[in-house]
C-alpha cells in the first residue's frame, strides 16, 4: 500500500510540473504568435495551440479521476512519452553527431583568418518585422565566406565574397558588360561545390572550350531565396551588371513554399510594387553591418544536440513526411492565390528585364524525387502550371526536368550522393552545358 501511495505522490508531482510546462508553451506560444511575430505567423501556430489547449484540458480531466485509473493513464502517457524518445535516439546519425557545423567551424577559424559566415537572406523574414529599415539581399562583402558542407567528404566550401557579398569574382563587376546574370537559390549559388565547379563557373569554361569565347558572368544567386527575394535582388543589382541575359531558375522543389513565407514580410512585401527599392547598392556597409550582427548572434548559440533531442527534432520530421506538416504550405501552393502571385512576380522580372535590353529565360529545375521515388507523380501538378504560365506570357524557356530525362540514362548521378537534392559537379555540369546548348538553338532560330 505504501509503495501504491508512494507512485501515486510521484506520478501526481510528475503531472503538476507537465500542466504547469503546458501552460508555460501556451502563453510562449501566445508570445511568439502575437507578440514576436505581430499576428504575421499565426496560420502557423494554430496547430501548437489546438495541441496545446488540447493536452491541457486531457490532463485536467485526467486529475478528476480515481488514483486507480489516474495511475494506468500517468503509465500509459509516460510510456508513450519514452517511446518517442527511444525513437529519437533511433533516427538521431551518431555517425556525424559530433562533426562541426559551420558556425562551430567558424568559431575554431575567426582568430586565424579573417572569415565570416554565408548569411543567407531569408533568416530575416519577419525579423524584427515592425523595427528593420534595410532587408539584406546578399551576404558581407569582400570576405573569405563559410558556406556549406559537402556530403561526399564533409569538408566545408569557401569562397571570397564580391564587393556586394555574392559568390563572384570581384573584378566581374568592373566588366564592360556582363553575358549571363544568374538568379536563383542554392542551386545558383553552388551548394555544395567548389567554386570552379557552380554552374556560371562551368558556362564560363564550356564557352571557352567549345566556342573559344570569353563570357562574363554575375551569380546573384543565395541559398534559401525564392521568388520574392530572387526579384528583389535582380532589382536592386541588375542596373549594375549591364548584362545581355538574366538567366532565372525556378526549384520545383521548395520555390513556392519559400513564397509562402516572403509575402508574409511587410517590408520584403514592398517589392511586389514595382517601383520600391531600397537601393542597396548604396548601403554595402549597412549590409555588412546588420549581416555581422546576425552572423555574432549565429555564432553564440550552443551545441544544439540535447535542444534538438528534447524538441524531437528527427521524429518530427519524419512523422511531417508521413502527415504532410506543411498542409497550410500544400494549400497555398495549390491555391489561385500562389499562383496569382508568382504570376505577377515572373511578369515583373520579365519586364525589368527587358527594360535593361536583357533577354529573360526560365529555366526549370527539377526536384530529386522526380528520379528517386516510384510513387512520385511525373506529371506533378507544379510542373504543368508553372510551364503553362511561362509559355503563356511567351517567356523563353529551358527545361532542365525533360532534359535530365532525355539526356541521362540516371539522372540520379547528377545529385550529390545519389539521394540529396542539389546537384554534384556532374549535375552542375550538364545543367551549364544544356543552357549554353539550348540558348544557342534558341537564339538561331530567331
Not at 68 to 75: F, H, T
Not at 222 to 246: D, Q, R
Not at 380 to 409: G, H, P, T
Amino acid at each position: 500500500m505504501n509503495k501504491f501511495q508512494n507512485l501515486s505522490k510521484v506520478l501526481d508531482l510528475t503531472f503538476k510540473i507537465i500542466l504547469a510546462i503546458l501552460i508555460g508553451l501556451f502563453f510562449y506560444t501566445y508570445y511568439r504568435s502575437e507578440i514576436f511575430y505581430g499576428g504575421l505567423y499565426r496560420e502557423y501556430y494554430l496547430k501548437y495551440y489546438f495541441i496545446l489547449i488540447f493536452s491541457i484540458l486531457i490532463l485536467i480531466f485526467i486529475s478528476f479521476l480515481n488514483k486507480k485509473n489516474k495511475i494506468k493513464i500517468y503509465l500509459v502517457l509516460i510510456s508513450t512519452i519514452c517511446a518517442f524518445y527511444i525513437s529519437e535516439l533511433f533516427l538521431i546519425d551518431f555517425k556525424n553527431l559530433f562533426s562541426k557545423t559551420k558556425y562551430e567551424y567558424y568559431n575554431d577559424l575567426k582568430n586565424k583568418r579573417d572569415v565570416v559566415v554565408a548569411i543567407h537572406p531569408f533568416k530575416f523574414i519577419l525579423k524584427d518585422p515592425n523595427l528593420k529599415n534595410i532587408f539584406p539581399l546578399s551576404g558581407i562583402s569582400k570576405k573569405l565566406t563559410i558556406f556549406c558542407k559537402k556530403k561526399e567528404n564533409r569538408k566545408f566550401i569557401i569562397y571570397k565574397s564580391d564587393r556586394f557579398g555574392f559568390r563572384n569574382e570581384d573584378m566581374n563587376w568592373d566588366a564592360e558588360n556582363t553575358d549571363f546574370v544568374l538568379l536563383g537559390d542554392s542551386f545558383v549559388h553552388g551548394a555544395c561545390v567548389d567554386s570552379e565547379n557552380t554552374i556560371n563557373s562551368q558556362m564560363s569554361k564550356i564557352s571557352a572550350s567549345k566556342f573559344n569565347k570569353k563570357i562574363n558572368t554575375i551569380n546573384l544567386g543565395y541559398s534559401g531565396n525564392g521568388p520574392l527575394l530572387e526579384y528583389a535582388t535582380l532589382k536592386e543589382y541588375i542596373k549594375k551588371t549591364k548584362t545581355k541575359k538574366v538567366l532565372y531558375f525556378f526549384y520545383e522543389g521548395n520555390d513556392l513554399d519559400n513564397l509562402y513565407f516572403e509575402i508574409k514580410d511587410p517590408l520584403l512585401k514592398k517589392y511586389l510594387n514595382y517601383s520600391f527599392e531600397q537601393k542597396l547598392v548604396n548601403q554595402q556597409s549597412k549590409i555588412d553591418l546588420v549581416d555581422n550582427n546576425l552572423l555574432k548572434e549565429e555564432a553564440k548559440k550552443q551545441d544544439l544536440i540535447l535542444y534538438d533531442f528534447i524538441k524531437l527534432r528527427k521524429l518530427r520530421s519524419l512523422l511531417a513526411k508521413v502527415f504532410d506538416k506543411k498542409s497550410n504550405i500544400e494549400n497555398f501552393k495549390k491555391s489561385e492565390k500562389s499562383h496569382q502571385i508568382y504570376g505577377e512576380i515572373l511578369v515583373n522580372l520579365k519586364k525589368l528585364t527587358e527594360s535593361q535590353n536583357a533577354k529573360f529565360y526560365f529555366i526549370y529545375l527539377p526536384y530529386i524525387s522526380r528520379f528517386s521515388d516510384s510513387n512520385y507523380d511525373p506529371n506533378y501538378e507544379i510542373y504543368s502550371k508553372i510551364m503553362k504560365m511561362v509559355k503563356e506570357l511567351d517567356i523563353r524557356y529551358i527545361d532542365l526536368l525533360e532534359q535530365a530525362k532525355l539526356q541521362n540514362e540516371d539522372p540520379l548521378s547528377l545529385f550529390q550522393l545519389r539521394k540529396h537534392q542539389h546537384f554534384n559537379e556532374a549535375g552542375y555540369k550538364f545543367a551549364a552545358e544544356t543552357i549554353i546548348e539550348e540558348i544557342n538553338k534558341i537564339e538561331n532560330k530567331n
